[in-house]
């Protein structure tokens, strides 16, 4: 695979780099359209496409040094896929790096949240997707891509963002995670200030590419109408991260389709903003 950004040896290497990405090219559990496997390598390539200076925030995140994983490959069933992801998480979160997994469906954020609810007290996830994913099982397992928020709730808080599309079986799971649905979210001018009060101090980000309307964002494997543009993301992003402390986060979802690479170069844009904002507006910058 590609390193993040193409960027030159200096900037990407595992010593000195304050950033680690790790791809989780898994695609074990979806249900319709298939390719999240083929996310990481994507978005991948997309970024060496990326304008390194960020004109919001007047910054070049990566002089701080991005270093490109080898991807998790051992990845034969959900388990010891999360296994596997919680392992290499961990081993760079003992390293003090600041880790950022690309998917690869959704069930990888198990893992890598049991590794972030191990180092970090006070943990919260926020979760963006257009569907609950509160399933306790589907189809067999209890870590297939519709049941992600179910387990990522085991180990703390999490709060949904950009939901429009859920089982009614997972209406009694709703008391246990706090959720912002699309319908309501677009009336509400009050809404990121009130999901941000649901937050705890540190927070692990899951960004499911399909809480993105399909405009922007048809590559995925679910992809539902009525999702967040640009703009609204970005602008409950820069919130988050002003407010709170972001510990790590995952793009996930991304399935490429040769004919259409604008939602890789889309993916790879967010996840060199993010990071932007992060240097730029984290707490513990």
């Known amino acids: 695979m590609k390193l993040f950004g193409d960027l030159p040896p200096e900037m990407a290497g595992s010593h000195d780099a304050s950033v680690v990405i790790v791809p989780v090219p898994f695609d074990g559990t979806s249900t319709w359209g298939k390719g999240a496997d083929k996310g ?60 950022v997994l690309i998917g690869g469906e959704h069930s990888i954020s198990i ?68 959720s912002f649905f699309a319908h309501r979210m677009k009336n509400d001018p009050r809404w990121i200030g009130n999901m941000i009060d649901t937050l705890n101090d540190n927070v692990y980000l899951t960004f499911d590419l399909d809480v993105l309307d399909p405009s922007i964002m048809a590559s995925t494997g679910t992809p539902e109408p009525g999702g967040m543009l640009w703009y609204d993301v970005l602008d409950v992003l820069h919130q988050v991260i002003e407010h709170r402390n972001l510990v790590g986060f995952d793009i996930v979802e991304l399935c490429p389709n040769p004919l259409n690479q604008a939602p890789d170069f ?17 707490k513990n910058e």
């Open 266 to 282: 889309t993916a790879a844009k967010l996840l060199y903003k993010i990071l932007s904002y992060h240097h730029s507006f984290g």
């Open 111 to 178: 893992g890598a949240v049991k590794a972030f609810g191990s180092q970090f007290s006070n943990l919260s996830v926020l979760q963006f997707d257009a569907h609950a994913d509160l399933r306790d099982s589907y189809e067999g397992s209890r870590y297939n891509h519709a049941c992600v928020a179910a387990r990522l709730r085991e180990v703390c808080p999490v709060t949904q963002v950009g939901i429009r599309s859920m089982d009614a079986g997972e209406k009694q799971a709703l008391k246990n995670v706090r």
């Open 40 to 99: 990481p390598e994507a978005l991948l390539e997309a970024s060496g496409q990326l304008e390194l200076y960020d004109i919001e925030t007047d910054t070049e995140v990566y002089k701080n040094g991005i270093h490109t994983d080898n991807p998790v490959r051992d990845l034969h069933n959900p388990e010891t896929m999360v296994q596997s992801v919680f392992d290499r998480v961990s081993k760079w979160l003992e390293r003090k790096k600041f880790v």
